[in-house]
């Protein structure tokens, strides 16, 4: 049986996580100061954690489908395997986060900075990440490697010098990106409009260009 607490009883909830409970499901716990926090293999889905903050926090392999993160704080999470399909983050800080794994199909990302972030084989399908800030961090190279962005919104998202190799592209919206010096070998670019993207010094060998629309100015 879930014997989540009610309402936005935080102490409750440190209480029952301590006792092993795992499931804590429509939860409103907002402004959580949650650092260091276990919250490995949790079933959080439907919860609101609004501007919580959960930096260095372990969520790995946890469920939280449908949940709200918008302006929490997150740096250097572990995030890998989460499932997060369909959430809320916008203006959250991921920066530093481990993501390997991890599924935000269909969620809503405005804003978010995902600075340094270890994502290789992660899932952004039809994810909105306008304005995202995915440029490296000071001492750790952002890696989305073999990521799945098909059909996500990255307008005037930054990804200067980002590893995007192998990272399925199709369909994605990618007016205003800047893409400058980013790793993209072998990812798909198939049925993008690149007219008003930044892809000065962008590494493209093998990359794929079915259908994808160019400046007039570019030039392998």
């Known amino acids: 049986m879930n014997q989540s607490p009610s309402g936005s009883d935080i102490k409750e909830f440190l209480r029952l996580l301590g006792d092993g409970e795992r499931i804590f499901r429509m939860l409103h716990l907002e402004d959580l100061d949650g650092v260091n926090l276990n919250l490995r293999k949790c079933d959080l889905q439907g919860s609101r954690l609004k501007e919580a903050r959960l930096g260095h926090a372990n969520l790995s392999n946890s469920i939280v489908n449908g949940c709200c993160f918008q302006q929490a704080l997150l740096w250097g999470a572990d995030l890998s395997g989460i499932q997060a399909i369909n959430t809320f983050w916008q203006e959250a800080d991921l920066s530093g ?7 935000f199909r269909g969620s809503l990302m405005h804003r978010c900075c995902f600075r340094g972030v270890v994502a290789a084989n992660s899932q952004w399908h039809e994810s909105r990440l306008v304005e995202a ?22 307008s005037f998202a930054l990804l200067q010098g980002a590893n995007l190799h192998g ?27 690149l007219r008003e993207t930044k892809i000065e010094e962008t590494q493209l060998c093998g990359t794929k260009f079915d259908g994808t629309i160019f400046p007039r100015s570019f030039s392998f």
């Open 167 to 193: 990272a399925n592209l199709k369909g994605c919206c990618l007016y205003g990106a800047d893409f400058s010096k980013a790793d993209l070998r072998e990812a798909d670019l198939s049925g993008c409009d």
């Open 133 to 154: 800030d995915f440029r490296s961090g000071l001492d750790q190279l952002t890696d989305l490697g073999e990521s799945d962005f098909e059909n996500a919104d990255l």
């Open 97 to 103: 986060s481990r993501m390997q794994g991890a599924d």
